[in-house]
């Protein structure tokens, strides 16, 4: 296991790494060992102020670059950050637990998203419209939309701020950012490399602290003209109430609890192997891991048995153990949860098939576990349970599945295994939600839009639609 020398994490503005002006500091936790590892300053108001005074003449500065300068500034970013992609992912995993392997290859994925948004805001196109008067033109262009309030969680420390940061920077917008105060050294390295390729200071602010403190704080402020959040659909709902107040618009990336309906034609062997990697990847901690699993009749156990097995054969442990395939939660109030969630699936009827338990400690870890023939009355069948449960459940006909798989608030992401052709194409059509993997997994790339319907948000990250987040459109009729 090669542990590293975490570094002191800091606030970044203006282009200055510094402490906060009061001195204050809240502790970062390795969750795989309980043990203290840094001290994080917390922004006071006269902090923020600071950062909102330097967004707002960054933005200036920023924009008034061109897209092709902007470019070369993220493209040398996102080769730094391949550069040191070893010691974020080690840094990563120190703070957030994910196995070591996860951490670097997520780094590596930061400077491809980096690279792609740099291109992609080079075609920020606009249009003119033919005229019915002689002699004018409209015309419509892309702007940049202004300063941006990101906020990003501690699930994926360094792409999720990436997505946010590549997409609003291409665009020309200037940024604050608070990352989760669970994973701060991730997203700070992200700055550094940012900082270290030349982006002008004041472009780019990094901010700790109590996180309904900040968002309320920024979103209210005059410079901040788009918000940008991951995390859960109650405080998506919260930060979506202040952004209303100001008529700023929003990119909310909220909770999912994907439905996976597997059909009787199924290639049980692929789907089960597939769905185990994705269900505990992160120990689950992925707003579009596959949970709720709808099994026809005729597969039900075969397709439990194998993903029983897939499920034995993960090594849980301290992510920088290279052996680790699963590491710990991120912190101890995911392991309640896990425990509450299946004592109430269990009294309401669910057959324990494998895990169920904590290791009781240190560290968060919690055993990959499958809950079988869980009711629609289990809180886990309603409830997001961010973390390495999967539940099953029977079903006959493809409108009984359709409507189960449709029956939460939540559409983020959904998956189905066929072999059927015309029920592939039926699938895709009848699932709601933003994302939709048949006979496949993987559903993030820089290429790609990702996002949520209903309760799970709305908005992308990813693709031109997420360089279209940060753009505005502005119409010019010259006569
Ligand atoms: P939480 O709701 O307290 O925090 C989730 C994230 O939101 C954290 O990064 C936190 O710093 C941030 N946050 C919380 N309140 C905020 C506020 N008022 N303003 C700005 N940011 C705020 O929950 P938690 O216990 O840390 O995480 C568990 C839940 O969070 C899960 O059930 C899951 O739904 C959600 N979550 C979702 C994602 C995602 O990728 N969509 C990522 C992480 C967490």
Not at 100 to 108: D, G, L, P, R, V
Request: net charge negative.
């Amino acid at each position: 296991m090669s542990v590293i020398a975490y570094p002191a994490p800091s606030l970044f503005i203006a282009g200055i790494w510094r402490a906060a002006s009061d001195g204050g500091m809240i502790p970062v936790v390795n969750p795989a060992t309980g043990e203290t590892i840094a001290d994080l300053p917390v922004a006071t108001r006269a902090d923020l102020d600071e950062a909102l005074a330097a967004a707002d003449i960054g933005f200036k500065i920023w924009r008034a670059v061109s897209a092709y300068d902007r470019a070369k500034i993220l493209r040398a970013a996102a080769q730094l950050v391949r550069e040191r992609a070893p010691l974020i992912g080690a840094i990563s995993t120190t703070e957030q637990g994910k196995p070591i392997a996860e951490s670097t290859a997520e780094a590596f994925a930061c400077a491809d998203i980096f690279d792609w948004y740099a291109e992609e805001a080079r075609r920020a196109y606009g249009r003119i419209v033919p005229s019915k008067h002689p002699g004018v033109r409209h015309l419509v262009t892309k702007e940049p939309i202004g300063p941006v309030a990101a906020f990003s969680p501690w699930n994926f420390p360094t792409t999720i701020p990436s997505r946010k940061l590549a997409a609003a920077l291409a665009a020309g917008c200037s940024v604050i950012i608070k990352p989760a105060e669970e994973t701060p050294g991730s997203a700070l390295a992200l700055a550094r490399a940012l900082d270290d390729a030349g982006l002008p200071k004041g472009v780019l602010n990094v901010v700790f602290g109590v996180p309904a403190d900040i968002s309320s704080y920024l979103i209210a402020s005059p410079v901040i003209r788009k918000i940008t959040f991951t995390g859960s659909t109650a405080v998506g709902k919260q930060l979506g109430v202040l952004a209303a107040q100001g008529m700023k618009p929003t990119t909310m990336e909220l909770g999912g609890h994907a439905p996976v309906i597997v059909f009787a034609d199924a290639d049980i062997d692929r789907a089960a192997a597939m769905m185990a990697g994705g269900k505990y990847r992160n120990a689950g901690q992925i707003c579009i891991a596959p949970t709720r699993f709808y099994l026809h009749d005729s597969i039900h156990d075969a397709f439990v048995e194998q993903f029983v097995k897939a499920a034995g054969r993960l090594k849980v442990g301290n992510g920088l153990d290279r052996e680790t395939t699963m590491g710990p939660l991120a912190n101890p109030r995911r392991v309640t949860a896990m425990g509450e969630f299946i004592a109430d699936a269990q009294a309401h009827g669910a057959r324990l098939a494998a895990g169920g338990a904590s290791n009781g400690g240190p560290g968060n870890f919690w055993q990959p576990t499958v809950l079988a023939d869980v009711p629609n009355d289990a809180r886990i069948m309603n409830e997001e349970p961010f973390g390495p449960v999967a539940v099953t459940q029977r079903f006959e006909s493809f409108d009984q599945v359709v409507a189960e798989a449709n029956r939460l608030p939540y559409g983020l992401a959904a998956y189905a295994w066929t072999q059927s052709a015309r029920t592939v194409a039926d699938i895709g059509d009848a699932i709601e939600a933003g994302m939709v993997g048949i006979n496949f997994l993987g559903l993030t790339g820089p290429e790609t839009p990702f996002g949520g319907v209903k309760e799970s948000g709305h908005g992308s990250e990813g693709g031109s639609e997420g360089l279209e987040a940060y753009l505005h459109h502005k119409y010019i009729a010259q006569g």
